[in-house]
């Protein structure tokens, strides 16, 4: 690697429209590769920088941007022609610069940053109407017409949503479009021309509500930075339900008055459906949306959109940062302490970081939002680099929830089963008084752990380092980690007694099990991310809550977030130490930022909320501060421990995770990666130790740990170290700078 500094972007001066007497470009592809390739520009064409061009690349035919001019390496007699330019509106300079500043910190080659910046070949072509395919509910198979699985799986999938084009259907569906083609032709689905999706044109003239007078300082506070028309990061700060979407919202429209785009990332769009209803009712039309979860068509008039200046407000999880934005002036990152803003595969990269690079290259403020910061964010807003604007109390005086603590030593719940006296009469006297409850449990399926009784056995995944997991519903074993699954079996695998093999712990579906016993009336049921399909059924799953159509909720991660029940009134934490075990850096504030997540969504209607933390540990730091609602003192002591230990945000953190199918080879690089390792009196190197998952779907992983102080540049150091370490094709040496997960 080669581009380790920020500054190799092209100055603002510098946007010529030819390029020298030999009229050659470096043309940067979507490609893992360091630097632009050159090309020739053939006569006739006119070519500046930020414009998407079609070049050839072997047998290929590729879309790049003219990055630059070139860098001469190439004898000009041997440079291949670019073959044309697509009719979009160029990157424009800040774009990329942003990829060159993303991949150097992230020390990725800048082509796979690009890659993420046009991830859409399709949107590059002019739009035309899609031919797409609809459901057709009442269709027979005609006579001979076999119903193969593939096929069948195409017909559940259109008959559940929107028609979509063949590509796309073949995609979902793991088949090849002839499979959908076929389908057609045997008129089991009707083809339709799909119209270009529809691009909301939110409305900022549209008054807000009244806001209260500490809300419209808030509000007041972030138009004055937006007016200032520079970069400003502002932290809102302030307790769920304090009304900070409200207050960000009037930024919003401050900025589209302005006649700018905006940016909103939420750290799970899927999870978002309220909010999307919320922004649509506040500004008269939806927002532009950028999720996995699109069809084909849909990003690629998104992208467009984003590209032409017709989407005003894009909202999206971590990778909508990367869109086209032809005029950005606000980015607002929602929840910004989540751990979803760390994409851990590919370029390693954290969306709230580099969001703040954004606005900072962008020259325009980012408003970072949550009621429980990042310790990293907390330490920038108490050194004043971020301007904290603080909202107090509930809005409407609605008063926090009481948290209590069940100490589990004491209050024991019977034999195999996991709530506690306490919580159970807790949740009789809240169904009694036909209100809602829900019962908190980060852990999906049955049971995190079958071991057989009569020699101890456990069931491992074949793959991974990790149990698997029974997930009765389902009636199998499933791996977490790597999606390996195997049919839920009476005998014992290795000394193949009968009857032995038990369930050790619980996950949601026991403690549904547990609630059905005790509460047989109650209208329950469990949210978790393999038990809701999809965006949709999640939206109808919070909506039957909020109509209150169910009484009793058991859930995990996915109900923590943002969601609004009036009728709530009481959480149970089933197992309140789950997040603090393993012990990596961030788990106490982890553990914290989550218990309090799902701690407010109790009493956020007129009615007060309790909460119910079940606990081995009631006097653990993150238990107490819970139960006496002080997140500043929680905070102080985090930073303290973080400064002793010189870790992160006081200390510079880079890991590398060496990886392979042949441990002999993986092994191999590791030592020799230790054995080069810079160290010195200020920089260390832990390890090479095998990972906490050692083995992660069939590869062999080796971890070392590079530490260094806060003032340090951390990406020279690892590029110089991987430069004296020869690497074989077979492994794979992944660098995670400022590393938040330890597995
Ligand atoms: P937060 O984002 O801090 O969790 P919200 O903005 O979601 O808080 O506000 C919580 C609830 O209070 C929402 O239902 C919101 O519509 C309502 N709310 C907040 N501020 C106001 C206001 N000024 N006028 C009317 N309703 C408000
Ligand atoms: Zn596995």
Redesign the pocket.
């Known amino acids: 690697m080669t581009r380790m500094v920020a500054s190799s972007a092209p100055g603002r001066a510098a946007e010529p429209t030819l390029f020298g007497a030999e009229r050659r470009v470096g043309v940067l592809l979507p490609l893992p590769l360091p630097e632009p390739y050159d090309y020739r520009v053939p006569p006739g064409m006119d070519l500046a920088p930020g414009d998407v061009v079609a070049v050839p690349l072997g047998p290929r035919q590729l879309a790049g941007v003219v990055w630059s001019h070139g860098s001469g390496a190439v004898d000009g007699a041997k440079l291949k022609p670019v073959a044309h330019r697509f009719d979009v509106p160029p990157m424009t300079e800040d774009q990329r610069r942003f990829i060159d500043w993303v991949a150097s910190y992230t020390m990725t080659p800048p082509g796979q940053v690009l890659r993420m910046a046009i991830s859409v070949p399709a949107a590059l072509e002019p739009p035309r109407p899609l031919l797409a395919y609809a459901a057709k509910p009442d269709a027979e198979p005609p006579p001979g017409f076999k119903m193969t699985p593939q096929r069948r799986r195409i017909l559940e999938i259109v008959a559940d949503g929107p028609p979509r084009g063949a590509a796309d259907l073949a995609e979902a569906a793991a088949c090849g479009t002839g499979v959908v083609r076929a389908l057609a032709e045997a008129g089991m689905l009707e083809p339709v021309l799909l119209p270009p999706t529809p691009i909301g044109a939110p409305d900022w003239h549209r008054p ?5 007078p500490a ?1 419209a300082a808030a509000a007041a506070a972030l138009k004055e930075r937006l007016a200032a028309g520079a970069y400003a990061t502002l932290l809102l700060d ?12 009037e930024a919003i429209a401050a900025a589209l008055a302005a006649g700018k785009q905006v940016l909103v990332l939420l750290p799970e769009i899927a999870l978002s459906a309220q909010w999307l209803e ?1 922004f649509a009712r506040r500004f008269g039309a939806p927002p532009a949306e950028w999720h996995s979860d699109l069809t084909g068509a849909a990003r690629r008039d998104t992208w467009r959109a984003v590209a032409d200046g017709r989407a005003r407000v894009v909202v999206g999880a971590r990778s909508a940062l990367f869109l086209p934005y032809r005029e950005l002036g606000l980015i607002i990152v ?1 929840e910004e302490h989540d751990g979803a803003y760390k994409q851990e595969e590919g370029a390693i990269y954290h969306a709230r970081d580099m969001a703040v690079a954004r606005a900072h290259i962008g020259g325009f403020p980012i408003v970072l ?1 949550s ?1 429980t910061p990042s310790l990293e964010t907390q330490v920038n807003a108490d050194s004043h680099r971020y301007l904290r604007v603080h ?1 107090p109390g ?3 005086g ?1 008063e926090l929830p009481d948290v209590r603590l069940i100490d589990l030593r004491q209050d024991r719940p019977p034999a195999r089963h996991w709530l506690a006296p306490t919580l159970r009469k807790a949740l009789a006297e809240t169904l009694a008084a036909g209100e809602q409850a829900m019962l908190f449990l980060n852990r999906r399926g049955y049971a995190p752990l079958t071991l057989c009784r009569a020699c101890g056995h456990r069931l491992q995944c074949p793959n991974c380092t990790a149990w698997l997991v029974e997930h009765r519903l389902a009636r199998k074993l499933q791996c977490h980690h790597c999606g390996y699954s195997a049919p839920m079996e009476n005998k014992c695998p290795n000394c193949f007694e009968e009857g032995t093999m038990a369930a050790c712990g619980p996950g949601v579906e026991r403690v549904a099990e547990e609630v059905a016993e005790l509460f047989p009336d109650a209208r329950t049921a469990i949210m978790a991310s393999d038990t809701l399909f999809g965006p949709r059924a999640i939206q109808e799953m919070v909506r039957k809550v909020a109509d209150h159509e169910l009484d009793l909720l058991i859930g995990t991660q996915v109900m923590a977030k ?1 969601h ?1 029940f009036p009728m709530l009134t009481l959480v149970g934490v089933v197992d309140a130490d789950l997040g603090l075990a393993g012990g990596d850096l961030r788990a106490g504030e982890r553990t914290y930022q989550l218990l309090h997540q799902v701690a ?1 969504r109790a009493g ?1 209607g007129e009615r007060p909320g309790v909460v119910y933390l079940q606990t081995y540990m009631p006097e653990h730091p993150v238990m107490q501060a819970l139960a006496a609602g002080d997140r500043d003192g929680f905070y102080a002591l985090e930073a303290e421990q973080r400064l002793e230990a010189a870790m992160p945000p006081f200390g510079r953190l880079a890991a590398l995770i060496v990886s392979g199918e042949d441990e002999g080879a993986v092994d191999r690089v590791a030592y020799a990666l230790g054995r080069a390792a810079p160290r010195s009196d200020t920089v260390a190197v832990l390890g090479p130790a095998p990972a906490p998952l050692a083995l992660l779907r069939g590869r062999h992983r080796r971890r070392l740990l590079l530490k260094a102080p806060r003032g340090v540049a951390v990406q020279p150091l690892v590029a110089d170290w991987l430069g004296r370490v020869e690497v074989p094709s077979s492994v794979r040496v992944q660098v995670d700078v400022d590393p938040y997960s330890f597995l």
């Open positions: 807000g509500p009244d806001l209260s809300q302030g307790v769920t339900g304090s009304g900070k979407t409200e207050v960000y919202f919320r929602d939002v009621a909202l509930r809005h409407g609605a943002g609004h407010g956020r």
